[in-house]
């Protein structure tokens, strides 16, 4: 019998079919790792990106910077990374196919990520044996382990010596032009300095389309603060709200199931230690709550002593459940400390720290740092998968409508009698007031709409015989498939009004009873 397809399998499909996303290369057979966004994709990661910045950076003020791709070994050597970015790798011994050991024991040996964390190299191949895993390829069996650097090796110029990497994340171009920017900004504390842009991590087997790439876009924010004048000041607007925690204590004990905390009480009992740490926390709850996640599919997970980075003091990470890959990491929360800092410091002989007045005349000090960090393309697949719904055997993209990539469809009624001219005519009005419009004229009216409802535009426009006399339109909804009747002239600033949430679809004109 046929397996029922999943939630990826359909939102792959669609995203094919519609111009969402898909493998790259596909016309050479595709390699993973890497996805092309089409024409509908690249505009709603733009908006998830766009929306961020009004979430989350915005309100704090937090600067934005944009550094390369590359970077020269010294950097990562002086972060941590050249020593600590691997990974332990399996090789089969008949086809000679290499896998991610932890990820084996994960999917085939139903060992958590906690179990595989700490676990030496030896004993990996001891599990799988154990375990009796073997090559999902071919049934052949592994013999060792190694460590495989994850990072995109290359030379800068033409010479061997000069080592250069793709950078795994976007925090250490933040790191490394800290006394600039700091500088700029006058000597401000707390700072928040964030980039968004590409990352490169060379996985070793990546088989899980847009969750786990080669090629990535991430977000970094750098928090910068004093370490002796650490409160937030703003954290009693997130006081109150809750956060589905599963604690490492709970984790060691082998309890899975979350418990819900508010973020006040997170801080008393001091399960989070940094009140940044969970102002941040809080608002990546409410921001995925926004994209369409409710609460109880979200989670933050403690990371025990082992399973954290080696720059992180404490960390959590935010996971969203997902039909086929279960909880799977969306952001990540770490406060860094001084580390990174306090390293380019030691590896650059330059001063990186803040200098702070006091009685005595003063004294400088090396910031601190709290990072939270998203994979804008999980996100990306998160908001599709989340939104994907069926009504009456229609496939709906139910969108937020500030991340759907096309706002408005244009429907003529009648390839005929003046209407395609109409038409023409409200495209370029919503065009040219900056709304993101298309445009179809072929087919029923009601194909259409179901074109449109697929890709999750919110409205449709209809332009029919009433619009020649009276001068309005028909609005369709698509989430409720409600219609309404408004005026043409007074479309621009309904609509302005309804993407940003201002007015609901019932605001819009006159309903339709149907
Ligand atoms: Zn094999």
């Not at 790792?33 to 003020?61: D, N």
């Not at 979200?298 to 080696?310: M, N, S, T």
């Not at 409205?459 to 029919?464: A, C, E, K, N, V």
Request: glycine fraction near 8%.
């Amino acid at each position: 019998m046929k397996q029922p397809k999943d939630k990826y399998e359909v939102v792959s499909e669609m995203g094919k079919r519609r111009g969402y996303f898909w493998q790259s290369y596909e016309i050479y057979g595709g390699v993973g790792g890497f996805i092309t966004y089409g024409p509908l994709g690249s505009l709603l990661k733009r908006r998830l990106e766009e929306k961020f910045r009004r979430f989350y950076l915005q309100p704090l003020a937090i600067l934005e910077i944009e550094t390369s791709v590359i970077m020269p070994e010294n950097v990562l050597e002086a972060s941590g990374h050249v020593e600590n970015f691997k990974e332990p790798t399996v090789e089969c011994t008949k086809c000679k196919r290499k896998f991610r050991a932890d990820h084996l024991l994960q999917e085939f040996g139903e060992m958590t990520d906690t179990e595989t964390e700490k676990m030496a190299l030896q004993s990996v191949v001891d599990e799988l044996k154990s375990h009796n895993i073997r090559c999902p390829d071919c049934g052949g069996d592994f013999n060792k382990a190694e460590q495989f650097m994850t990072m995109f090796t290359t030379t800068i110029g033409p010479y061997s010596d000069s080592v250069g990497y793709g950078r795994p994340e976007a925090a250490q171009g933040i790191f490394v032009e800290f006394k600039r920017i700091f500088e700029s900004a006058r000597g401000r504390l707390p700072l928040g300095v964030a980039q968004i842009g590409h990352a490169l991590r060379n996985e070793i087997s990546p088989r899980q389309g847009p969750v786990r790439l080669r090629e990535f876009t991430i977000i970094d924010i750098e928090f910068f603060f004093d370490p002796e004048d650490k409160k937030c000041l703003i954290i009693n607007d997130v006081g109150d709200e809750t956060l589905r925690f599963v604690l490492a204590e709970n984790k060691l004990k082998g309890i899975t199931e979350p418990v819900t905390i508010t973020i006040k009480e997170a801080l008393n009992k001091g399960i989070i230690k940094e009140e940044w740490q969970a102002y941040f926390m809080a608002q990546a709850k409410r921001f995925l709550v926004e994209m369409g996640v409710p609460e109880d599919q979200q989670r933050f997970i403690e990371k025990l002593d082992y399973e954290r980075a080696h720059y992180s003091m404490q960390g959590f990470d935010q996971e969203v459940y997902l039909e086929r890959w279960g909880w799977t990491e969306v952001s990540g929360h770490n406060y860094r400390t001084d580390f990174d800092l306090s390293r380019h410091m030691k590896a650059s002989g330059v001063d990186l720290t803040a200098f702070k007045e006091s009685e005595d005349g003063g004294k400088r000090f090396v910031p601190h740092v709290i990072e939270p960090s998203f994979g804008l393309d999980r996100l990306v697949y998160v908001a599709l998968e989340y939104a994907y719904t069926k009504r009456n055997k229609r496939t709906v993209l139910s969108l937020p409508r500030d991340l759907t990539p096309m706002q408005v469809s244009v429907f003529p009624l009648m390839n005929k009698d003046g209407l395609l001219e109409k038409a023409d005519e409200v495209y370029h009005l919503l065009v040219n007031e900056g709304f993101t419009v298309d445009w179809d004229s072929s087919g029923s009216i009601g194909r259409r709409y179901a074109r449109a409802d697929e890709v999750g535009t919110p409205l449709g426009i209809t332009i029919d015989y009433g619009t020649l006399e009276d001068g309005t339109v028909t609005l369709r909804d698509r989430d409720s498939w409600k219609q309404v009747r408004s005026k043409l002239a007074e479309l621009p600033s309904l609509l302005h009004g309804y993407f940003c949430n201002r007015l609901n679809f019932e605001d819009l004109g006159q309903i339709i009873e149907r």
